[in-house]
């Protein structure tokens, strides 16, 4: 897969998977405040972390590489 089409497609995932579900407040933000608040987590939610992290990973990794100028696109 080519790297432009690597970083639409995390734009995407990010915007769809890494928010899911939307209301009433973002997966992700409930397990980051889970971690910045030190509140005791299962294994589940650190599987939930990873899977609604990993786009966002992704994306700003890309981006990064574009900013920088180390993309080829």
Not at 1 to 23: C, D, H, R, V, W
Not at 45 to 59: I, Q
Request: glycine share 6%; proline share 5%.
């Amino acid at each position: 897969m080519k790297e432009k089409n690597l970083f639409q497609f995390s734009l995407i995932a990010s915007l769809t998977l890494g928010l899911a579900p939307f209301f009433p407040h973002a997966h992700i933000w409930k397990q980051l405040m889970n971690i910045y608040h030190n509140r005791p987590m299962d294994g589940l939610d650190w599987f939930d972390l990873v899977m609604h992290g990993t786009p966002w990973v992704l994306f700003i990794i890309l981006g990064i590489r574009k900013l920088t100028g180390k993309a080829s696109w």
